[in-house]
């Protein structure tokens, strides 16, 4: 860090976190502000299970984004501790966003569940609480403005931001205004770092996402992702990556794996081609399935299998 520009008092830093409920669109704003696909967006509930940071760096300040796995009652051992990482960004942020879906249903539910916990958070530490209106795209212009007047009389939220993070509307203004919250203070992180994560835990993302677009019902949820191996070799510019999907039972393994091992290949060719778009450079890539009992019932093997 031998950067200058990246201090002094005018430049400013901090953490922002994303929260909110299942598929509200968390991720898919992390890789809008970011401009690159960071965090993994599948069309089911509870893909993210980890907090990821997203770090974005201007001339004047540094942005740090942590994105969460949504909101919801835990019903296992595994969504206790992705709900411990959703508490631990809201300790750490020096701004909270609450998103909500503005094109659902559910909306004013999840405002007065946002208003309930800024009621909390946002008197006890007296952090701005920002709700970012999502997925304005599905909306008709003239539905916004009486939608933000009526969650101003829920709470005094420092901001209501409408946005669009698929479509990319509003953004501009929705980082402008994030900055203007953050303390003024050196970058944490070197400016041309995107993410606290490294390849690795990206490339097991990336296999999970397929896992979760392929199949369906609760075979995606028992599953994890581990890398085993992740070897470059500079001759050959290839990386050689071998990673293992565990599940929790044996009639898990039979679908993950298909008919003579359809399925599988399946999820193997699909990963490889975006591993092989972030790494820049050829892949070879070896998966297996291995059953692991309940894990996501048992905290020890939840720690093991990188959730901490
Ligand atoms: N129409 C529309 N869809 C969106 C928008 N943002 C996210 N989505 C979709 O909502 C779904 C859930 O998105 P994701 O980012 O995974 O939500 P998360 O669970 O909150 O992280 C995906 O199918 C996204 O494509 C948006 O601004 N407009
Ligand atoms: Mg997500």
Known sequence: MTENSKRGPRFRTGYVALIGEPNVGKSTLLNAL?????????????TTRHKIAGILTDDN?????LDTPGLIKPKYALQEVMMSFAGEAIEEADVLVFLVDASGRGIVESVKKSAAMARLVGLKDKKPVFVVLNKIDLLKKAEVLPLIQAFSLLYPFTEIIPVSALKGENLV????????????GNAFYPEDY?????ERFFVSELIREEIFKLFKEEVPYSTTVEI????????????FIRA?????RDSHKGIIIGKGGAAL????????????VMIGHEVFLELFVKVEK????DKGKIKRLGYR
């Open 61 to 65: 300040y540094q942005i740090v984004f």
């Open 173 to 184: 203004d929705l980082k402008k205004t994030i900055v203007k919250y953050l303390p003024e």
């Open 194 to 198: 995107v993410s606290d994560r490294d």
């Open 244 to 248: 293992v999907v565990y599940v929790e």
């Open 34 to 46: 970011l401009e690159q696909k960071l965090s993994i967006v599948t069309p089911k509930p509870q």
């Open 294 to 297: 309940e894990w996501r019932d």
């Open 265 to 276: 290949k399946q999820v193997g060719q699909n990963a490889r081609r975006q591993i092989e």
């Open 228 to 239: 085993e191996e992740f070897r470059e070799s500079d001759s050959e510019r290839k990386t």
